[in-house]
Every structure is written in C-alpha cells, then in structure tokens.
C-alpha cells in the first residue's frame, strides 16, 4: 500500500513556507524525497537513512521519524521553482519494492 | 547523469495488440522497476526486478509481464492493451539497496 502524503496539494506565494508529511502504514527503513515538474521525470532531493534524521540544504530540509513511520518535508521561503508534485519514496522492508506517496501538487504563485 | 533509456518515447496503438516497451541502463545496476502515472494516482509499481531472471509484481501488475535477460535490459509487455492502460510509463533503476532511483524520461503510451 501506498505511504499516503498530506496534504493533497498546495498553493503558497513566493516567501511563503510550506511542510508535506508522509505516512506509512508499514515500517519505514529509509525515505526519500523527490520533486516532478509536468512533464518530466521526478527528481531525488534527499535521502533520509536512520530515525529522527534530518538532511537538506539551504531552504528545503526533511525529517524522519522512524517510530511514527513518518517523514516530513520542510519548503521554507519558497521560490517560483519550487513548484511541482512532491513525492516520499521507500523500499519496503525485506523486499526489493521501491514504492512512492500518493504525491503531494505544490505550486508558488508570484 | 545516469544512462537510463526507454523506448519508445511516444506510441499510440490500438485495444487488443501487443506492446512492449523497454528500459535499457549503462550503469550495471542491479534493481529496476517500471511504474505507471496517472493523473490523482502518483507513481505506481508495476513490476519489479532484482537480478537477471529475478523479478516480482507491483501493486497494479495485472495485465502486464516483464522479462529480464540481461543486466540492462528491462521489458515491459501489455499482452493485450486495453484503454485503461493508456498512460505515462517510467522505468527506474538503482544498484543497491536504500539508494536513490535513477529514471528514465517516461513513455507515453496511448491506447485507442
């Protein structure tokens, strides 16, 4: 089963911060995070590997709880690029399926 | 940027034929994997696999077969297409576990 993201999607204006969650229903090993533009092939931002780690750089930053089986990912200051359907990615635990959240559209407005 | 080729780009066919489409990798990786878009339904598995000759269904795997050869060539068949497998299709790959997936740039398949 899908992690499921939340929220849905998400307008902000330029500046504006924005957090996307990720759920699991089962346990979670590691997360990543990846961004699509329309059109495109997604794009990995980060990886999350132990529990209660966080990465990133600059304005955009993640966390993981590996209690919760969450992940959250953090878009602060937001700019026009930013725009685009966000995706949690992991492999299940004990198999080799790599599956994706339900995406989360975000887009900036000027 | 890692070398992850699908063929065809783009193709349009009819309900009832058969259409394989291919992933082709220059990177030796060992896990690959073919998903499907479709609008309100993210990234969807279809079919997986984790060596040659060693492969495994996704969530929405009906309807469709794979087959893995060789290390860098990755099929996927609809044996019989039907209009609800029009889609986006993406095929990924990464060569260890807990690694990033690399991906292809999506086939647009059309069925009429």
């Known amino acids: 089963q899908q992690p499921v993201q939340s929220p849905q999607a998400v307008i902000l204006r330029e500046g504006e911060d924005a957090v996307i969650n990720c759920s699991s229903s089962?346990?979670?090993?590691?997360v990543h995070w990846y961004r699509q533009k329309h059109g495109e092939a997604p794009v990995f931002l980060m990886i999350l590997l132990k529990g209660g780690e966080q990465k990133g750089h600059e304005k955009i930053s993640a966390s993981f709880n590996e209690k919760k089986q969450q992940s959250s990912l953090y878009l602060t200051a937001s700019q026009l690029s930013y725009s685009g359907t966000y995706f949690c990615?992991?492999?299940?635990?004990?198999?080799?399926?790599?599956?994706f959240g339900t995406g989360t559209r975000l887009k900036v407005l000027a | 940027d890692a070398g992850i080729t699908q063929s065809p780009r783009h193709k349009v066919t009819e309900t009832g034929t058969p259409v394989t489409l291919r992933c082709h990798q220059t990177?030796?990786?060992?896990?690959m994997y073919w998903y499907r878009q479709d609008p309100g339904h993210g990234l969807r598995l279809i079919h997986y696999s984790y060596g040659v000759k060693d492969t495994d269904k996704g969530e929405v795997s009906d309807g469709y077969s794979v087959s893995r050869s060789k290390t860098e060539d990755f099929l996927l068949t609809l044996e019989s297409a039907t209009s609800s497998q029009t889609s986006v299709y993406f095929c990924a790959t990464h060569g260890q576990s807990n690694e990033k997936l690399f991906f292809g740039s999506g086939t647009q398949l059309s069925v009429l």
């Open positions: 089962k346990a979670l090993y590691s």
């Open positions: 990177e030796n990786h060992r896990y």
């Open positions: 990615g992991t492999e299940e635990r004990g198999t080799y399926k790599y599956i």
